[in-house]
């Protein structure tokens, strides 16, 4: 199973969303907008959105081949973009709350309770490598949800 042409319009729009993260974040630095703790968090933010898109397609490349290289660049693509948009939900909280109490007063609860939450998540992806209740692989290093997919 090769990938299909749409499969390959979505990795070309992966890869540029990825190469349009990169490129904000020398111009954050160049701009000055990256001293603060906003401001890292915000590159950090954009690292990790690049990261996630390129495991995204890369997920979409390797999927169907049956090569040793597919067969483990397709579990980790995957486990990837399942820990990266994790992170990147944290990240964006802290991102928010760090912007919102420049101005007003915010409670870090709200931060603490997502990470607390992407934490549990980050451990049932790595418990789902396992039992597959996330997801698994099937025929040729294919994803196939499992049961639990809505968890996730």
Known sequence: MFTSTIGYVNISLEIWGAILSLVFIPSLYMGGNGKDKTGR?????????????ISDASAWLFKGHGSLLCYWGVRIANFLVYILGYLLMALFTEYLTGYLSKRIQVSRRAARFVWGICMIGIASTILSQWNHMYYGFVGCNVYSRGDWFWLS
């Open 41 to 53: 968090v915000f590159i950090g933010i954009l690292l990790c959105n690049a990261l996630l898109l």
